[in-house]
Nanobody
Framework: QVQLVESGGGLVQPGESLRLSCAASGSGFNFMGWYRQAPGKQRDLVASITLGGSPRYADSVKGHFTISRDNAVNTVYLQMSNLKPEDTAVYYC???????????WGQGTQVTVSS
């Protein structure tokens, strides 16, 4: 049973930074990433990263979010800088293997950007 455990969410002011972490109980995921869901909206991809370290970003976060992963400890990170109120959402960690349709999800962590 794969488990993804997120940490690092919280309340910050506009312009501040936050780093999310997601530790997986499994290893070797071809893709790990972060999605977010704001109230009343669908869950959208924020950033993803391959096993080899190639990142991909949603246009809305390019230049102020950075995704990384440490395969030695099966953890993916999301460094969020210059946060804006529109970044407010529940952030979910995601992991999956290229050869499987099964998606693994974390429980979600709330990020609130407000003055």
């Amino acid at each position: 049973q794969v488990q993804l455990v997120e940490s690092g969410g919280g309340l910050v002011q506009p312009g501040e930074s936050l780093r999310l972490s997601c530790a997986a109980s499994g290893s070797g995921f071809n893709f790990m990433g972060w999605y977010r869901q704001a109230p009343g909206k669908q869950r959208d991809l924020v950033a993803s990263i391959t096993l080899g370290g190639s990142p991909r970003y949603a246009d809305s976060v390019k230049g102020h979010f950075t995704i990384s992963r440490d395969n030695a400890v099966n953890t993916v990170y999301l460094q969020m800088s210059n946060l804006k109120p529109e970044d407010t959402a529940v952030y979910y960690c995601n992991a999956h293997f290229a050869w499987s349709v099964t998606q693994y999800w974390g429980q979600g962590t709330q990020v609130t950007v407000s003055s």
